[in-house]
C-alpha cells in the first residue's frame, strides 16, 4: 500500500511556471516507478512523465517534451514535475502515481488525489 499527497499547484498565466511535489509514503518508493498523469475537462487521463525507480530514464509525452521535468528526491521520498512556459492547454488536474516496478510504460497501481492547474490567456 502506498500513499500519495500531491501540492503545488494553482492558477497562473500562460508562460509561467509551477513545481508540482508528490510526497510519498507507505511503501519502498526507491524501488518503484513513479509518474505525472494529468486529466483535462472531459477527457481520459493521459501519462505526461514517467520516471524510473533511480532515476535515470525518464519518457515525456510529445506535448510537454522540452517544457516540463521529472524528477526525484528519493531520500525524502518525494517526486517532482517542473512545468515551465505553462499554455492554456497545460489546464488540468495532474496527479502522482506509482507502479510497483521499477519501470512503467503507464500503468500505475496507486495513485494520489490530485492537484488542478489552472493556465489562463
Known amino acids: 500500500q502506498a500513499w500519495l499527497v500531491e501540492s503545488g499547484g494553482g492558477l497562473v498565466q500562460a508562460g509561467a511556471s509551477l513545481r508540482l511535489s508528490c510526497q510519498h509514503s507507505?511503501?519502498?518508493?526507491?524501488?518503484?516507478?513513479m509518474g505525472w498523469i494529468r486529466q483535462l475537462r472531459g477527457q481520459e487521463r493521459e501519462s505526461i512523465a514517467i520516471i524510473s525507480a533511480s532515476g535515470q530514464s525518464t519518457y515525456y509525452v510529445d506535448s510537454v517534451k522540452g517544457r516540463f521535468t521529472i524528477s526525484r528526491d528519493n531520500a525524502n521520498n518525494i517526486l517532482y514535475l517542473q512545468m515551465n512556459n505553462l499554455k492554456p492547454g497545460d489546464t488540468a488536474v495532474y496527479y502522482c502515481?506509482?507502479?510497483?516496478?521499477?519501470?512503467?510504460?503507464?500503468?500505475?497501481?496507486?495513485w494520489g488525489q490530485g492537484t488542478q492547474v489552472t493556465v489562463s490567456s
Open positions: 502515481a506509482e507502479n510497483n516496478l521499477p519501470w512503467t510504460t503507464g500503468r500505475f497501481d496507486y
Open positions: 507507505g511503501s519502498d518508493f526507491t524501488k518503484h516507478a
